[in-house]
């Protein structure tokens, strides 16, 4: 029996944690090369420290001659990244990180189950949504990414200048009947320019921001701050810690709130189905939550590598179903072609629309004009609702 009172955490970081400088720098790579070519094959993997980042991985584009300008591109590609978020720290700047290339030709052995349709890997997958906040996502995520996404846009604008590229957000959600009520402790840590502010002085920065972004009810006079809790923190990004792509996968999906599969996304083109079976998935439990069909839904796909077929499709609606659950299988069987090829052909994936997932997770955005965040649009309502 599912519990309906307690306390569920999630986190978040920014766009200047070391890990998520490192997927931002994989995605824009990868989009560079859809750019060139929609069918582009990329496996970019990043890694940062003081004064350095590494970039190694596969690649692939149709025409040698591009391939190799788009090799000589990559630096360019990194340093404005690293500027972009925000680092002009004496350790870790965008005009002085040494940039190392290893990228390389994709494997011919990979490639061919591929160009056959097949799955790019083994795997399985996993999607998921519920009706705690409009966005149809687990609302301690949720608004762990948006106060993130508030501080930078004030960071950026110049209205809060002392506020650095790093930082991390946690919030712990009390539940009532299965609803969020009460926020019971915040947690933020953010870089700061100077040395002599004090955990109250930050505190007094980003306070307003938070209780701008949060639901003014949720914040009671027993929540818990804790802003900057061990004191200094000046230096951050990659000089502070080493960063690395696909460390944080539970901050880009679902906090925590649902599975994972395991496989990360960032630098990875739509052919590798840990990147785009996750988007089908998340955009298949979404539809079916808001077609009312269910309050809860987690759908998990799974593939075979070379296969086109999925191997499986299971549905659990967590006892808030409307329907029988295996019913619904059955229904999303039908209703969307879940091999590689069918999942980028109706999702719109063979864009250049990666960079903008890599921070404030892949999920619970808005679908954008130019099919950013496709898997987050709601279309497939009617086709869900008719057999029923």
Known sequence: MS???????????????????????????????????????????????????????EVGLSDPVKLKEMMGNVEGIVRDCIRDIGYEQKKFHWETVKVHNYLHEQSAHIAQG????????????????????DALMPAPIQYSHAILKRL???????????????????ISLRYEDGKP???????????????????????AIVEPYIREVLPASWITPKTEWWVNPTGTFVIGGPDGDAGLTGRKIIVDTYGGAAPHGGGAFSGKDPTKVDR????????????????????????????????AKPMSIYVDTH???????????????????????????????????????SAYGHFGRAPEADGGFSWEKTDLVDALKKPF
């Open 319 to 357: 006892g808030t179903g409307n329907v029988p659950d295996a019913e619904l299988e059955k229904v999303i069987w039908d209703v969307m072609d879940l091999t590689p090829r069918g999942i980028r052909t109706h999702l719109g994936l063979n864009k250049p629309i990666y960079s903008r997932t």
């Open 114 to 133: 591929v160009d056959k349709d097949g799955a790019g890997d083994q795997g399985i997958m996993f999607g998921y949504a519920c009706r705690e906040t």
């Open 276 to 307: 785009s079976a996750a988007y089908a998935a998340r955009y298949l439990a979404k539809n079916v939550v808001a077609a009312g069909l269910a309050d809860r839904c987690t759908i998990q796909v799974s593939y075979a590598i070379g296969v």
């Open 181 to 203: 009520v009460e926020v019971t402790s915040i947690v933020l840590s953010t870089q700061h320019e100077h040395k002599k502010q004090t955990s109250h002085d930050i505190r």
């Open 3 to 57: 519990r309906n009172n307690y306390v569920f955490t999630s986190e978040s970081v920014s766009e200047g944690h070391p890990d998520k400088v490192c997927d931002r720098i994989s995605d824009a790579i990868l989009d560079a090369f859809i750019a060139i070519e929609p069918n582009a094959r990329v496996a970019c993997e990043t890694f940062a420290t003081t004064k350095r980042v590494v970039v190694g991985g």
């Open 152 to 170: 930078a846009e004030v960071r950026k604008s110049g209205q809060e200048s002392t506020l650095r590229p790093d930082a991390k957000s946690q």
